[in-house]
Every structure is written in C-alpha cells, then in structure tokens.
C-alpha cells in the first residue's frame, strides 16, 4: 500500500490527501477519517505512530513559518518560494499599471502583506468599465505570491453566514463585485477593521478566532460596486485603464505573463524583505486616509449620495454662486421651504439628517439673527437676502465641493 499520512488533532482524526485540481497540480486536504478503518488498514498498531496535536491555531507568517506552535496544528498555509536576488520588470510594469502614481504605497501594501500579515490594510477596490485592464491578472498574481493563503469568493460566498472556508485566510479576493446593499458594505467594513470573527460551518457550532484577512475587490461598475459613504476611509480605490499593447513589457496579448511574474515572484520577495517601507503607520489601517485619497472613491461616495443631499447641494451651492458668496446659512425651515419650491418633497426629519448626520454641521448655540436667501423671482439673481432669527446652520462652498 502507498504511504499514507494521517494526524489526530484533539480526539479526531484526519488523513492528509492531495486533491487534483482542474488546471493541473494538487491542493493538500484534511479528510476525517474512521478509527476503525485505520484499524483495518494498518493494523491495531499503526494508530500509535500517528502525530498528535491539542488543536488547531493560525499564526501568519511568511519569514519564520512554524507548522506546529505549541503543540497546535497551524492552519495558515506556508507559501513555497524561496527569496533570491535578482529583477522582476514584469512584476514592477505589473504594480505601476495598477497603482499608477501612487506605485510606492502599492509597493508598501505589498510589503505589509507578506511581512507584518496581521496588520490591518485599506480594502481595496479596483474598479474600470472597460475590458482587459489587468485585473485579474493582479489577482492571479496575488495568489501565485501567497498561494492557499489567497481564496476567491462570490458575492454570493460573502453573504453566506458559513465562512469557515475563508476565516483563515490572508486575502479575501472578490472579482466582479456587486455588494451594493446596506447590510453587504456594514459587514465589509466591519470585517476590515475587526480583530476577530465567529466561524461557523455546516453542521459545527460557531468558534472565535482572530481574524486579520484582507480584501482585494473588482468590478466594472465604476459608480456602485460598493456603498461607500462620505467621511469613510477604508476604502482604497483604484481607477484602472485598459492595457496598451507592448508598455512597458506589460502586452495585453501576451499569454505567458503570467508565468513569467511566477518566475520573477523570488527576486520580489528578496526585495521586499531588504525594502525600507515609504510610510509609517499612521491609522489603524496602516495608511494615513489622505494617502489613499483618489478620485475614483471620490466618484463612488457621489454616486452613492440620496437625491434629497444632492439637491441640498446643488441649491446651496447655486445660492453661494448667485449671490457670489462663499458660505450660506439657513434654519432646517429655510431649506425644506427651498426644496419644495424645486419640487423636491423633502420634510424636516430628513433634512436634519443630512445636515447634522452626512454633512457634520452643527446649530449655532442660541437662537440669533442670521442672513438668509430666499426665492425670488423678480430680482435679477432669482435670489433675494432677508434676515431671519433662529438656531441656524452655516455651510461652506470648500465643504459641498469636497462631498
């Protein structure tokens, strides 16, 4: 018979197998097997020869992988190249393309994964309408870097409340997203920053583990892959163009890119090991906001603002430009009789919010006089000013042009 590898982990035992996989090469599994018909196997011996552990653990680490620590059974998987010396163009075109001008963080966001794996990264989100930008090749080449450590899900595999497959996991990579409910971007958000997670399988009672996963998102919807609201900075977004031919030995017709990045991945790892990182740790999520800030999220965050605070919006602004002043002013009452005039239905409760919850604005503290404008239609601005009394809020153009 072959020689066949089992372990007993706790009172269970399983035995080691080599799954095939589709495109070629083998996944290692863990298979629970029978007592009894290891019994049968090998004889009433065997089982005694078997290696035993108290449990199992995750402890990430690419450098200094220990399989076993403290008699429990690592779960993370260690990733099988060996650094060396050497040049990587096609990795280096590869990370320009995606990153663009802001390749050193993209560089740094590299490095944190595969030597401080636990620290907490900005989601990020790749997002183009057009085909063949190199998406996906990026995340092939995540996971030829980091191997089993990388799982691909759906946004179906997101929502499942079974997550035992993915708990462990370095990175968390989602092509072709499309999480645009409410409770898809809380649970995304909350997942990026928590410390730890319950794990639930079919038919297995839940279990706390630590949890330091990343999320790596694509989509082509560029306006609403995700709900991402104003003032949220755990989002990284990236705008990707499409490949041109022959860039920087980046070519979108060359089939083989992909393993050539596989085999520049050593010299890679050699560099980011000698690398010193272009940033310090600014935020709990490694990044100071104003780093990842990009257009692109900007164009989300826009996108994903209800038609009341863009109207809101857009009259204020519009007032601010009419009466050539910089800043406006105005009681909840001003507003929604603004609104109405535009034919816009709005009530109090609803402009309150806006104002005091998305637009951060807060009541003067007592009841004073304040200069306001109202519709006017006789006067050559369509605005006129009028003076009212009231605990009034006061808004910038600077803040509703940087929404």
């Not at 009433?44 to 990430?60: E, N």
């Not at 809380?186 to 996963?213: M, P, Q, W």
Request: charged share 25%.
């Amino acid at each position: 018979m072959a020689h066949e590898d089992f372990i007993r982990v706790g009172t269970t035992l399983y035995k080691i197998v080599n799954q095939p996989r589709i495109n070629g090469g083998f996944v290692k599994k863990r298979i629970v097997w029978n007592n009894e018909t290891l019994r049968q196997d090998y004889g009433k011996d065997f089982i005694a020869t078997v290696p035993k552990y108290d449990g199992f653990c995750t402890v990430p680490n690419h450098v200094n992988y220990q399989p076993v620590v403290d008699k429990f059974l690592n779960l993370y998987e260690p990733i099988g190249h060996q650094p060396k010396e050497g040049e990587f163009p096609h990795i280096e075109s590869l990370i320009h393309h995606i990153f663009g001008e802001q390749y050193e963080l993209g560089i740094d966001y590299l490095q944190l994964l595969y030597l401080q794996p636990v620290q907490k990264l900005p989601i990020l989100l790749m997002v183009s309408e057009e085909r063949n930008t190199g998406k996906s090749t990026f995340l092939n080449f995540l996971k030829a870097v980091f191997q089993n450590n990388v799982t691909f899900n759906t946004n179906e595999d997101f929502r499942s409340q079974f997550n035992a497959d993915w708990a462990g996991k370095l990175l968390i990579v989602v092509d072709e997203v499309l999480l645009n409910r409410r409770e898809d971007s809380e649970r995304l958000k909350n997942l990026s920053t928590t410390l730890s997670y319950k794990v639930e399988a079919k038919g297995k009672d839940r279990d706390e583990i630590s949890f330091f996963a990343k999320f790596v998102l694509c989509s082509n919807n560029e306006l609403l892959p995700v709900i991402i609201d104003v003032g949220e900075t755990r989002y990284w977004v990236r705008k990707i163009n499409r490949l041109e031919r022959k860039i920087n030995r980046l070519d979108s017709d060359d089939t083989d890119f992909l393993q050539k990045l596989k085999a520049e991945i050593p010299a890679f790892l050699y560099f980011l090991q000698h690398r010193t990182l272009s940033t310090q740790k600014e935020s709990r999520m490694w990044f100071a906001p104003k780093l990842t800030f990009t257009p692109a999220l900007q164009r989300i965050i826009r996108s994903n603002r209800n038609k009341i605070e863009l109207e809101m919006s857009e009259l204020c602004l519009e007032v601010m430009e009419q009466m050539v002043v910089t800043e406006y002013s105005f009681c909840i009452n001003d507003m929604v009789c603004l609104l109405n005039n535009t034919g816009c239905k709005a009530d109090k409760s609803q402009v309150r919010r806006i104002v005091q919850d998305i637009w951060k604005l807060s009541p003067a503290p007592n009841s004073l006089t304040y200069l306001t404008y109202q519709i006017d239609y006789n006067s050559f601005r369509n605005y006129s000013p009028i003076k009212r009394t009231g605990r009034y809020y006061t808004v910038t153009k600077e803040l509703l042009t940087n929404i």
